[in-house]
């Protein structure tokens, strides 16, 4: 059975608890490991710098505690598999959304291959595939 190292719980304990419950219903059927939770001032100022982000510090969904994003790469770990990076998000993102559907997360999820989440991945202009973050809670009047 698949389990979380130390590491990567730590990781996912920084996160909000959507994510954890996400990656929690992915991991019995999908190995992966948790690469990145929160992200302080310095850390994300490096990501951004060597262009592994978009944004400056305190502008990423990393910055916050709980962090409303997480990095997690299917494993084991190999960064020039983006097939099946793009084949673990789809699990994710089916299972993300079964779990709002079943009010079971309050949040909707976007992945980092498809941002704009029209299902096309070839129009996006900055590929992130481990990243995964929280959308704003819609407020129904």
């Known amino acids: 059975m698949n389990a979380y190292s130390k ?19 992915v991991l019995p059927y999908f190995d992966h490991s948790i690469i990145c939770g929160t992200r302080g001032e310095q850390e994300q100022n490096v990501a951004f710098e060597s262009g592994f982000s978009k944004v400056k510090y305190p502008n990423s969904k990393h910055n916050s505690y709980p962090s409303m994003a997480v990095d997690v790469m299917p494993y084991p770990i190999d ?48 590929q992130d595939y481990p990243h995964y973050e929280l959308l704003k809670q819609k407020v129904y009047e």
Request: aromatic residues 12%; positive net charge; glycine residues 4%.
């Open 7 to 25: 590491i990567s719980q730590v990781r996912l304990n920084e996160c909000h608890r959507d994510l954890q419950i996400v990656f929690e219903k």
């Open 79 to 126: 960064w020039e598999d983006e097939k099946r990076m793009i084949f673990f998000a789809g699990f994710v993102m089916a299972t993300a959304k079964r779990l709002k559907k079943e009010k079971k997360i309050s949040h909707e999820i976007r992945w980092g291959g498809d941002w704009d989440r029209d299902l096309d991945l070839k129009d996006n202009k900055f």
